[in-house]
């Protein structure tokens, strides 16, 4: 069975700094890209970064050029959300997710084939 595990998330205070981790289980995802979506409440999901197989192609949302950074650890199957500076209007689920295996790094959620079940991120100012 394949599972996406999401953990990290808790209350930060504004400025502070976050890393998600997403453990993947029931198969490798060395091949596939990675993304990181989030909802906030009354929001739709919003597309936040993603990541090709080998780690060499990334994409963000321009909310959170400079301050977020993602990556990925092969040996552990784990992919990393590393959020700094962050700001209230970063408060929400998020969720990762894995599309398919290639170089591609879609925004669109309904592309992705794999979810994690979220992990809730608090920022208060």
């Known amino acids: 069975q394949v599972q996406l595990v999401e953990s990290g998330g808790r209350l930060v205070q504004a400025g502070g700094s976050l890393r998600l981790s997403c453990a993947a289980s029931?198969?490798?995802?060395?091949?596939?890209?990675m993304g990181w979506f989030r909802q906030a409440p009354g929001k739709e999901r919003e597309f936040v970064a993603a990541?090709?197989?080998?780690?060499?192609?990334?994409d963000y949302v321009d909310s959170v050029k400079g301050r977020f950074t993602i990556s990925r650890d092969h040996a552990k199957n784990t992919v990393y959300l590393q959020m700094n500076s962050l700001k209230p209007e970063d408060t929400a689920v998020y969720y990762c997710?894995?599309?398919?295996?290639?170089?591609?790094?879609?925004?669109?959620?309904?592309?992705?084939?794999?979810w994690g079940q979220g992990t809730q991120v608090t920022v208060s100012s």
């Open positions: 990541i090709n197989w080998n780690g060499g192609n990334t």
């Open positions: 997710a894995a599309y398919f295996p290639g170089s591609q790094l879609p925004r669109n959620g309904a592309e992705y084939v794999y």
């Open positions: 029931g198969r490798t995802f060395h091949d596939f890209t």
